[in-house]
């Protein structure tokens, strides 16, 4: 099973109650990045660095969600 990535990072964000601009910041990112992969059409072309990245500001760890089958 393969993770919508995009929709999972829109949905955990909107989870915290994070604004993209909020999440933005903490991952240390452009928002326009963020926006870009929240909306990416193409899922396959994120970078996992930048998944971690991003889960990591939402507080969330790639690897749980791995093990969770999740991804």
């Known amino acids: 099973m393969s993770t919508n990535w995009p ?3 829109r949905e955990l964000r909107k989870e915290r109650g994070f604004s ?3 999440l933005a910041i903490r991952a ?3 928002q326009r990045t963020l926006c870009e992969y929240e ?3 193409t ?3 994120l970078s996992v660095q930048k ?3 991003i889960l990591d500001a ?3 760890e790639l690897d749980v969600h791995m ?3 999740n991804v």
Do not use: A
């Open 7 to 9: 929709q999972l990072i």
């Open 28 to 30: 240390k990112m452009s």
């Open 51 to 53: 998944i971690e990245k």
């Open 39 to 41: 909306n990416i059409e």
């Open 67 to 69: 093990r969770r089958g």
């Open 43 to 45: 899922p396959h072309q």
């Open 20 to 22: 993209q601009k909020k």
């Open 58 to 60: 939402l507080g969330y």
